[in-house]
């Protein structure tokens, strides 16, 4: 697992650093009700019209739970290849709070119903991490609490209040910002592949609190600090390196680390203490009597393995051995399951058997510089697997060169969605010049008429490049430029 | 096993009932009578005992995943002390 | 003057209306010798007349007629269901639909539910009438109903030697001296005695159907945990509560329950199974039946009367044909220290919705904490304060072990006593239902709240273990105050409890009610409580 890499230290006043990093995630289960009411989880509605009786925890009302939420959970579970507890229970995590209405939340404390698992974390082509995950559990959302509406009322909206929550909680197997990042990345990945959270951190439906601590290297763990609520991975990843220079600076000036709750202000880079004027927490966490043990049997467990998708990690083994993808781009490839889709569907489309390196290469290149000047994914931009299949395979049969493909590509973004690359080509009389004596007579034309260049070029044969532009112009770019390079060389005598 | 006046002021943050200082002697007396009525428990041996979690045998039920309730602001709202625009409203909460 | 009838529905033609029991009243319905609206304007006398007891703390005169009036009209095309026309009354505890729902509690004050608890519809989907709620301690948490924010509830006993004049002057007093009808189920027992329904939903948690039904001379049962939905009903331990009925006959009790159980997706602990016909169960032989006699439940220095009572009744049962066994509950005098860590704990849970942001009383403050501390020491009464801060403490870290999870394991050997009884071939147990009868109000726990506890110590152990259990009257103790009897059951197996029950009650001979020495004219004055004055729900439909 994580040990000290030098090249992840972090150099201090007093000398190297090392930076501990644990994660929990809460992300927000894909179901249409709550987890433990009928009303809608759907994001965005009127205030409290989301929100049933017991979502607003009138008196007498009683919890009962959403089969797919448990589901979601324990796919997640598999997923995240852990240990699914066959029996859990639910506890009530006890504070007053005016979007908390029960005065508790359901949560999971003593006995998740999913235990440890991992993650494998991808750095870089060839250097990969596993973040163990320590367990995951069901809990309630709360509701929401609007401070800008007065200037002495909050505002409290329900909507939000039970709505089914997964917490991730991995073990402090991470040693940067980078480490963080790329696991936040990973893991958000494997769900939106199961399709048990959306991933969406722009609504909040997945957000991360970020327990840091650091040591001397080789020395034990000490004092952590956890920040709160982190909505962007760009911003877990400024947090964590914020928290540990703070940290740093702090133990190097002879002072210590408290063990306390702190919030990260993006707008000035810095982690900030939330240091209530309460008293301590004291959840008074008891198993809640409204509800009985979660028990499930096996069969179910592997009913819903037996439906699970191929999850990335399976996918990029199978695109480097079935495709001779290298782990890069298998890697970019699967990151997204619309993108790896996408891609499978263009190297097999029509049933043909195309180059998928190409095919790749057209993905990870073009669409996808198109489609990020667009802030769209691959899936999201109107250029069709079929179109890159069609692209490609008029390369590979010559009949265009990459250059004229890539115009073609152009064409269909901005003009004729719809066509094939084929009729494009035909449409516009692209197709590649590969007769010989069409070129050799361009090449002829040019070499006559250009006397002193030809005595250059014998002397400096890099001037060939001139020659090879000189003709591609003639031919409006259509001349096969291999066969364009051969005639002149023989012509030239180089 | 008793409390203190500390700790009576302590339990009663926490349940979030205000508590005036006068009443705290008399709030520990009770308090302390029936922490000592309930001592005796320490005394059964329970040992290899599994804590009760549902009194009869049954399994958890679980409910289709269907939206069948919600769209009633009145009925939520119908009572609240203080609600505005469809909001319950509380004095600022600053975090 | 009381309603008489002279059609010969009872044995005593001049019986007053009121005087009916539920089956008797149904079968006059179904024989259309009687309307609903007859029946149900005669309870809604004996009401207005019977004020001072306190036992309605909100009538609902204008829906009780206007449901009485549909039932006549379903009763006349041969329809209806098995409560049809048949006025009842609903412990404060259960959520009605725009009726005054607070639990006795000033934190609810003014909750109009916009829902209905699922016992309560199940009653009024079998045609029951709604007379309206019901006198309680506050969040049920008490032996005496005492602890009512609208306060106590008098009697209809007279206490030993108490002239009726005496008893009136203090019921339009501060109603010291008078008894206890028990609690928390205070009002349901104290109206049901009084002939002011013929029957009322009540709950028990820890003893309160149980205990007020012995205190009062009527039949309560607090059925299987589980057999009945939680749903509606405001909590006050959930692994604990469970909703039954109170009524004057083992019969009554049966015919109730049978309308109240059954199941409810809506409460996830609640049996799925559909409830069996109690009413077939009353008279059922109990020849061959084996009845425990716990030798636990005989406590030192007890009330040599109580000690009587349970022997005549082992004596009744052995008659009627049961085979007696001694059998030892070991754990039993465990049961309630367990209980008042248990209760209080989930209590104080249960009870942290109550913040003045939702719903209910709200006491402004500068901020939120000091709103929620002003409003729940406001609205919060003392000993639901006191549970809630027991509850809160043995929650609390460091204590936990000690105090919560060691009282869930204690609970776990006393359900193994009753689970071991049960294999060696019980049926039933049988025990007292209370350790005395009742005493007088304003008289215990006022020093020290353990007193008033005690009163549970029979009834609790079955609370803990879940099991049904069921209070019939048994017989008066010399100064003339009804006692007692509990019979435990297998769990889901109330059936057993109704035929041993009326088994009790054909022996005992039917407990004759007091008459009605509380009855005045039109009263002007309910008492000095302004929030109460006005008890007629109907007309008091909220300020909005």
């Known amino acids: 697992m994580a040990q000290a890499d030098t090249s992840r230290l972090i150099k201090g006043a007093t000398g190297d650093w090392e930076v501990i990093v644990g994660l929990e995630i809460h992300a927000q289960v894909t179901s249409r009700s709550k987890l433990f009411s009928g009303a809608s989880t759907e994001f965005g509605g009127a205030p409290n019209s989301h929100v049933s009786l017991v979502d607003a925890a009138m008196p007498g009302m009683l919890p009962v739970i959403n089969a797919e939420c448990v589901a979601q959970a324990v796919r997640t579970g598999l997923g995240l290849k852990a240990k699914i507890n066959l029996r859990s229970t639910f506890d009530r995590k006890n504070y007053f709070y005016p979007d908390l209405p029960q005065g508790y939340q359901i949560s999971q404390y003593k006995s998740p119903i999913v235990g440890e698992g991992e993650v494998l974390v991808d750095l870089t082509p060839d250097r990969s991490i596993k973040v163990g995950i320590e367990r995951l559990h069901l809990e309630q959302d709360a509701g929401k609490s609007l401070h800008d509406q007065s200037p002495t009322m909050s505002f409290v909206d329900l909507n939000r209040s039970g709505v089914a929550l997964m917490e991730i909680v991995s073990k402090p197997d991470m040693r940067s910002a980078e480490e963080a990042k790329a696991y936040v990345t990973k893991l958000r990945a494997i769900l939106r592949y199961i399709g048990s959270c959306d991933g969406d951190m ?138 790896a889709d996408y891609f499978e569907a263009a190297v097999a489309h029509g049933g043909v058997k195309r180059d998928a390196k190409a095919v790749a290469n057209w993905i990870m290149g073009d669409l996808a510089a198109f489609a990020n000047s667009q802030s769209l994914s691959i899936s999201q931009t109107l250029v069709k697997p079929a179109q890159i299949a069609d692209l490609v395979d008029l390369i590979e049969a010559k009949t265009i060169s990459g250059k004229i493909a890539k115009d073609v590509l152009a064409i269909i973004i901005a003009e004729e969605k719809e066509a094939t690359p084929s009729a494009i080509v035909e449409a516009r009389g692209l197709k590649q010049v590969t007769d010989v004596g069409a070129i050799e007579a361009a090449v002829d034309q040019i070499i006559a008429a250009n006397p002193d260049k030809v005595a250059q070029a014998q002397a400096k044969p890099t001037m060939i490049g001139w020659f090879v532009g000189q003709v591609m112009k003639a031919t409006g770019g259509k001349a096969n430029p291999q066969a364009v390079n051969d005639a002149l060389k023989r012509k030239l005598g180089l | 096993m008793s409390v203190d006046q500390a700790t009576v002021r302590r339990i009663a943050r926490l349940a979030r009932i205000a508590v005036k200082n006068e009443e705290l002697p008399h709030l520990q007396g009770e308090i302390n009578a029936i922490l000592s009525f309930v001592e005796e428990l320490g005394a059964v041996d329970v040992e290899g005992v599994e804590p009760m979690t549902s009194v009869i045998p049954m399994k958890l039920p679980m409910r289709p995943d269907v939206v069948t309730d919600g769209e009633i602001e009145q009925k939520v709202l119908a009572n609240a002390p203080l609600a505005e625009d469809d909001f319950f409203l509380v004095p600022k909460v600053i975090e | 003057m009381n309603r008489r009838l002279a059609c010969g529905l009872t044995d005593d033609p001049l019986t007053d209306l009121t005087h009916l029991t539920l089956a008797e009243a149904r079968d006059a319905l179904k024989a259309r010798k009687v309307s609903s609206r007859e029946l149900t304007q005669a309870h809604l006398d004996a009401m207005e007349r019977a004020r001072l007891l306190n036992a309605y703390i ?92 609208y306060g106590p509830v008098a009697s209809p006993w007279l206490p030993p030697n108490w002239s009726e004049e005496k008893a009136r002057a203090a019921l339009k007093g501060d109603k010291r001296g008078l008894l206890v009808p028990g609690g928390s189920s205070g009002g349901s027992a104290a109206a049901v005695a009084a002939h002011l329904c013929l029957a009322a939903t009540a709950s028990d948690t820890g003893g309160s159907i149980r205990q007020p039904a012995a205190f009062t001379g009527t039949v309560g049962i607090k059925p299987t945990y589980g057999r009945c939905s939680r749903y509606g009903m405001v909590a006050f331990a959930s692994s604990l509560d469970q909703a039954g009925p109170i009524a004057r006959t083992v019969r009554d009790a049966a015919i109730m329950l049978g309308s109240m159980a059954g199941p409810d997706p809506k409460d996830s602990t609640c049996f799925n199974g559909p409830a069996p016909d109690y009413e077939a169960a009353v008279g059922r032989s109990v020849k061959g039946r084996v009845i425990g006699v716990p030798k636990e439940y005989r406590l030192d220095g007890m009330n040599p009367e109580i000690e009587t009572l349970w022997a005549q009744g082992v004596e009744w049962l052995r008659d009627a044909g049961a085979r007696i066994v001694d059998i030892s509950l070991p754990n039993t005098r465990h049961a309630l220290p367990a209980y008042y860590i248990v209760a209080p704990a989930e209590a104080s849970s249960n009870l942290a919705r109550y913040d003045g942001v939702r719903y209910g009383l709200r006491e402004p403050g500068k901020d939120i904490v000091e709103l929620y501390e002003k409003t729940r020491a406001a609205g919060f009464g003392p000993e639901v304060r006191r549970r809630v801060m027991i509850g809160t403490y043995v929650l609390s870290a460091g204590y936990y072990d000690a105090y919560y999870v060691r009282a869930q394991k204690i609970r776990t050997l006393i359900k193994r006593d009753f689970e071991r009884a049960f294999a060696d071939g019980v049926d039933a147990i049988l025990t007292p239902a209370t350790p005395s009868a009742a005493f007088g109000i304003g008289e215990k726990g006022s020093a020290d709240p353990v007193e008033m506890y005690l009163n549970d110590v029979f009834t609790v152990t079955v609370n803990m273990a879940g099991l049904p259990g069921l209070a019939a009257p048994a017989g008066l103790t010399e100064q003339g105050l009804p006692l007692g009897l509990q019979l435990i059951g297998r769990p889901f197996d109330e059936e057993t409890l109704f035929s041993l029950g009326e088994a009790i009650e054909q022996a005992a001979g039917r407990m004759k009610l007091p008459e009605p020495w509380w009855a005045c004219g039109a009263v002007a004055a309910v008492g000095d409580r302004g929030h109460n004055a006005n008890r007629s729900e109907d007309f008091d439909d909220g300020a909005g």
């Open chain 1, 202 to 339: 722009e609504k909040g439906n997945l957000r991360a609190d970020v327990n840091v601590s650091v040591r001397r290297p080789g020395e034990p763990f000490n004092t952590r600090c956890e920040i709160k609520n982190v909505n962007s991975i760009r911003f877990i990843g400024q947090a964590i390196e914020a928290e540990a220079r703070r940290q740093i600076a702090l133990i190097e000036d002879g002072g210590t680390v408290e063990q306390e709750t702190r919030l990260f202000d993006p707008s000035r880079g810095e982690t900030r203490s939330m240091r209530s004027k309460e008293e301590a927490h004291d959840y008074r966490y008891f198993p809640d009597p409204d509800l009985l043990p979660l028990e499930l049997d096996e069969a179910y467990v592997e009913g819903l393995a037996a439906h699970l998708p191929e999850l990335p990690d399976a996918k990029k083994a199978r695109f480097m051995a079935d495709y001779g993808l290298s782990a890069y781009d298998a890697g970019v490839l699967v990151a997204e399951r619309e993108t």
């Open chain 3, 58 to 149: 909100a009538e609902t005169p204008d829906k009780a007629l206007a449901m009485a009036a549909a039932s006549d009209e379903r009763l006349a095309k041969g329809e209806g269901g098995p409560l049809e026309g048949l006025p009842i009354g609903v412990k404060d505890l259960y959520a009605t639909e725009g009726v005054h729902t607070q639990a006795c509690s000033h934190i609810l004050d003014k909750f109009r539910p916009t829902y209905e608890s699922t016992v309560t519809a199940h009653l009024w989907r079998d045609g029951a009438v709604m007379l309206g709620k019901l006198n309680m301690d506050e969040f049920a948490m008490g032996s005496s109903n005492e602890t009512s924010y």
